[in-house]
């Protein structure tokens, strides 16, 4: 019973080649035992990421003679970009998970994404290509909107900080999703003269952004009592 619960399939994707002169087919089976593999991994890489980036991070403040409480910023930063970049690469792998979904042929170059995502004929591929990519936009904006200035301004951890994160888009769902939309919008004219924007646009959003976590997150300041 185990046995088959672990070798069920969630779904198939097939990818076609052509090896001389020949259409050869092969099929890709996603089971439970895969994913709940690739759940392991992901958690065993997120410890194993962390445990690297205290221990250098450590000897970065003995070499460098930094502050104990800078290291422990520091190690907390690269804790959330390390989460960050796991979110990203899962993006894209779900991203060449519906590419090969919805395309035969083998994955398409540059130009073929291009044409593929303006050609009304694939309209479906466009829907569920955008609803994967608004998903995890979503998520990384959610988990990193608050938690990034709540790490420099608190000693938190980032886990906390990014739970914390969460909590605070639910709670203000229409504010925060106008703020993604506005962050969306900016950046995009920002890139539009050669990236330059950035140069003025990026300063801009990071004060903003710290003013929008001093808005949203209070803390409770507990008076310390006479011993």
């Known amino acids: 019973m185990l046995k088959q619960v ?24 996603v089971t439970v035992g ?18 690297v980036s205290r221990k250098l991070i450590d000897l970065a403040a003995r070499r460098l003679h930094l502050s104990p409480p800078l290291a422990r910023v520091l190690r907390r930063w690269i804790s959330s970009v390390l989460v960050l970049v796991v979110l ?9 998970v519906v590419f090969a979904v919805f395309f035969n042929t083998g994955m398409p170059s540059t130009t073929g ?3 593929a995502v303006f050609n009304p ?4 591929f466009l829907a569920v290509y955008l609803a994967v990519g608004g998903f995890f936009a ?13 790490i420099l301004d608190r000693d938190t951890d980032a886990i906390s900080a990014a ?19 506005l962050i969306t919008l900016l950046v ?40």
Do not use: C
């Open 113 to 115: 994404v291009i044409l």
């Open 138 to 150: 979503g998520l990384v904006y959610a988990t990193a909107v608050v938690s990034i200035p709540m």
């Open 188 to 227: 995009v004219l920002a890139l539009l003269p050669w990236g330059l924007g950035l140069l003025i646009i990026g300063p801009l959003l990071g004060h903003a952004s710290w003013h929008a976590y001093r808005g949203s997150v209070r803390w409770l300041d507990i008076p310390k009592t006479a011993a």
């Open 121 to 124: 004929e694939n309209w479906e």
């Open 163 to 181: 739970i914390t994160s969460l909590q605070v888009v639910f709670g203000n769902f229409a504010a925060m999703l106008l703020w993604g939309a």
């Open 34 to 51: 895969k994913s709940i593999g690739m759940l392991v991994l992901f958690g065993l890489g997120y410890w194993a990421s962390g445990y």
């Open 88 to 96: 990203e690469l899962l993006w894209g792998r779900a991203s060449l």
């Open 6 to 29: 672990w070798n069920f399939e969630l779904f198939a994707v097939e990818d076609s080649t052509v090896v001389e002169g020949k259409t050869v087919t092969t099929a890709y089976g």
